[in-house]
């Protein structure tokens, strides 16, 4: 067989990565960014764009991979961003204009700051945001203006200790606001920053850490609106946050008024995405009710006037608390006139764009989607009121389109980062999906993906993937960290299932997962399997190969013990759960307290029911397993673990682990080994490396397709980019060589 080189890890790695693009105040420049790692220099680059949407020219902005956050200045063609200071531990705001201005620094803020915010207080005023960590004095952080203790030592006395991949200090996230002003119309004038959160009675940190940024805080010229956990919680063992109003008539302010707490009645969960009306006299937002299920359904609401704290109401409310609409909105724009929602959420493997009146007295019929396919990452009203949307796909990082939300089939694509896949020799053709009976009689949805040189009367090993979560789900999306495609590339037909505890097919399936991780969701897979051999003719189930990363992880490992785990050539665990009474080794607790039944001491039988460590004797299928060491949701012992009992039973078995990775791996010359090391396992257990050898020896070198330099690299060319969701990269390491092997 012709191995279909195009698509490689290197190549996956690589690609430019293209943001969501952002529409000037009429419409028509569009302002993004575009990073991409390079692995003959093996440094990143970044480059701030801006686009002309009626010639689908570009030009570069800012080539400084060091700047972030570009964002238009209102009217004019003016954009703001901010970088480091020439001064280690500040940050400089940069002024830069999209038609002739040379950018230039205008501002220099004490610490570091991101999540710029603007919006225009006058026609000479623009008030401005951003988030950084503040001192207990709420002062802004410069670590470099601060001692370093002479001990190591950390003493604690409550939750958190560390969080996500960092041991948590007494530095806290913060809101900071100032005001820009033209003075004479040509000179910006910008004030000191001031810290929204320092001086109150209550301390309040946003955004929430581990992963909030600007979803987490919006303001206009009334203020601002953010989330904050409840401080008199602990917060590892629930997940309560509420939003706030900050009232601010200029902006200017020496000491924000007190934050005012916006009542929500029975829902207690996590809180997100406040934004403003056009009017600024509105704000919707979105709230989970459960305060220790972080995968609770969000409830989108509305509060229709922000002089009222007392009145917030709920989108599809019912009597019973569960809601009409059975989806997970993920994200709320605003019509231009106010009257309507556009809102995102998944349903069926997909994250769909749907549009409801922006009022819940209004919205009496369920949302229907108006963007079906695709994920849709980011939506921007026009001038002439169509949606500029930005998504992406299985085969394409980055896709800007135009619908008019009067004529959903009028969706018109303005530019593919990929070209629909033909940049790398994959297309949407390769795509497939299924339905199958699950455990308890539901439907059950998986992607099916070929390779692109598919063919029919051919047989290909199966490569079954099992997502983590375990409420999350396979999407119509691209990924830089778990690619189908890459898989599919190799030789495999790939099958991404989306089993019970999956999100966007209704909350009832979702919640089946509830203390029965080892339950539902593994029949759900093992009827999967069974409907591939004998639904799938091509598929050669006899070589099979399953992966899985965090859930999918642990559901590997529960598989080994199984009998499904018979089924397979070989295993890969990254970063998965070994010992489900290792929970309270984690840093989040509300997740176990809520999966198992309770705590560990209420119901320590459900915890025991599911432990995978149980069932080691039955352990035999190769086996490689990942664990990182900064890894904090799921500590390095439950990737030792497992790897001790697979060498002391004499099962064939390989062990990767980064030291300066989490619970995912980010860094591009670290995911490179990570891919290589995956594939070689895989391939050589699925009989992959066995053909290549024999077809090599039989008819010479194997027939690869190069992937042109110029075709991803060329800064001319924007659309040759992809979308930065995996990005983190970091400089400073070792790079180039492959991982160091200990015999």
């Known amino acids: 067989m012709t191995v279909c080189a195009k698509f490689t890890p290197k190549a996956l790695i690589s690609a430019p990565r293209r943001s969501s693009v952002k529409p000037n105040a009429d419409g028509t420049l569009g302002l993004f960014t575009v990073q991409s790692w390079s692995f003959e220099k093996h440094s990143k680059s970044a480059e701030i764009r801006v686009r002309d949407f009626k010639t689908g020219q570009t030009k570069v902005l800012l080539d400084d991979k060091t700047c972030s956050d570009a964002t238009w200045l209102g009217e004019n063609n003016f954009v703001v961003c901010l970088k480091p200071g020439a ?55 410069n670590p470099e203006k601060h001692a370093r203790p002479i001990s190591t030592g950390r003493v604690y006395t409550s939750l958190y200790v560390r969080h996500w991949d960092s041991y948590v200090g007494i530095n806290k996230q913060a809101i900071w606001y100032t005001t820009l002003k033209w003075q004479e ?19 309040l940190e946003s955004p929430v850490p581990p992963f909030g940024g600007n979803g987490d805080f919006d303001i206009s010229k009334n203020g601002i609106v953010f989330v904050a956990r409840d401080p008199k919680l602990i917060p590892a063992a629930y997940t309560k946050s509420d ?41 919707a937002f979105m709230r989970m009710q459960n305060m220790q299920y972080e995968s609770d359904k969000p409830r989108l609401l509305l509060w229709p006037d922000i002089t009222d704290l007392t009145n917030v109401q709920e989108f599809y409310e019912t009597s019973d608390g569960e809601g009409r609409w059975d ?3 993920e994200s709320i724009t605003w019509s231009r006139d106010g009257k309507a929602l556009y809102v995102t959420a998944e349903e069926d493997g997909r994250t769909k764009l749907f549009k409801l009146p922006s009022s819940p007295r209004s919205a ?14 980011s939506v921007s009203v026009l001038p002439n009121n169509k949606l500029l949307i930005s998504s992406n796909s299985l085969v394409d990082s980055s896709i800007w389109s135009i619908l008019d939300p009067a004529k959903p089939d ?59 979560g375990p409420q999350g789900a396979w999407t119509e999306s691209w990924s830089v960290r778990w690619n189908p495609l890459i898989y599919a590339e190799q030789g495999y037909v790939v099958v991404t299932p989306n089993p019970t505890g999956s999100t966007g097919y209704g909350m009832a399936l979702q919640n089946g997962i509830k203390e029965n991780w080892g339950g539902r969701p593994y029949v759900d897979l093992v009827k999967g399997f069974e409907y591939i051999e004998s639904h799938l003719p091509y598929v050669d189930t006899s070589r099979a190969v399953a992966l899985g990363a965090s859930y999918g992880g642990y559901m590997i490992n529960w598989i080994q013990g199984h009998d499904l785990g018979r089924k397979f050539k070989a295993l890969v665990t990254h970063d998965g759960v070994f010992c489900t009474l290792n929970q309270y080794a984690s840093e989040e607790l509300f997740f176990p307290i809520h999966d198992f039944g309770g705590t560990l001491w209420e119901n320590r039988e459900g915890y025991e029911k599911w432990d995978p460590s149980k069932h080691t004797g039955n352990w035999s299928t190769p086996h490689m397993i990942i664990h ?26 390989k062990f990767l682990t980064f030291p300066d990775e989490n619970h995912w791996v980010l860094k591009p010359e670290n995911s490179l080994v990570w891919h290589t090391e995956v594939l070689s396992w895989i391939n050589k257990y699925s009989g992959i490396t066995a053909e290549r050898k024999a077809e090599k020896k039989a008819s010479g070198p194997v027939s690869t397709v190069t992937l042109r330099e110029g075709l991803i690299r060329s800064p001319q060319d924007a659309d040759q980019v992809e979308d ?17 092997r200990v015999p």
């Open 410 to 468: 009028s969706i018109s694509i303005i530019s593919s980062s990929f070209k629909g896949g033909k940049s790398f020799g994959i297309s949407q053709s390769q795509v497939d999906e299924i339905w199958y009976e699950g455990s308890d009689k539901q439907k059950i949805h998986a992607w099916l993906i070929r390779p692109s040189n598919f063919d029919p009367k051919k047989k290909y090993p199966l490569a079954y993937l099992i997502h983590g």
């Open 327 to 329: 989806r997970r909105p």
């Open 185 to 203: 119309g040509q000179h910006m004038v910008v004030g000191p920053l001031k810290n929204a959160l320092a001086g109150h009675s209550i301390a």
């Open 87 to 141: 001064e280690n531990g500040t940050t400089d705001l940069v002024l830069a204009d999209a038609e002739n201005l040379e950018p230039q620094v205008i501002a220099n803020f004490e610490g570091s700051f991101e999540n710029l915010k603007v919006t225009r207080l006058d026609s000479n005023t623009i008030a401005l945001a951003v988030t950084g960590f503040a001192t207990p004095s709420g002062k802004a952080y």
């Open 628 to 653: 990182n060491e900064l890894d904090y949701r799921l500590p390095i012992g439950e990737g030792l673990a497992p790897f001790n009992v697979l060498q002391t039973r004499g099962v064939d078995s």
């Open 243 to 283: 939003l706030y109003y900050i009232p601010l008539k200029t902006f200017e302010e020496s000491q924000a008024p007190s934050p005012q707490l916006v009542k929500t009645g029975n829902l207690k969960g996590y809180s997100d995405s406040p934004v403003f009306s056009p009017d600024a006299k509105s704000v």
């Open 364 to 377: 009496r019929d369920l949302p229907t989607p108006i963007v079906h396919d695709g994920t849709v990452q």
């Open 724 to 740: 930065g969701h995996g990005g983190g990269e970091e400089e400073g390491y070792v790079r180039g060589g492959p991982a160091v």
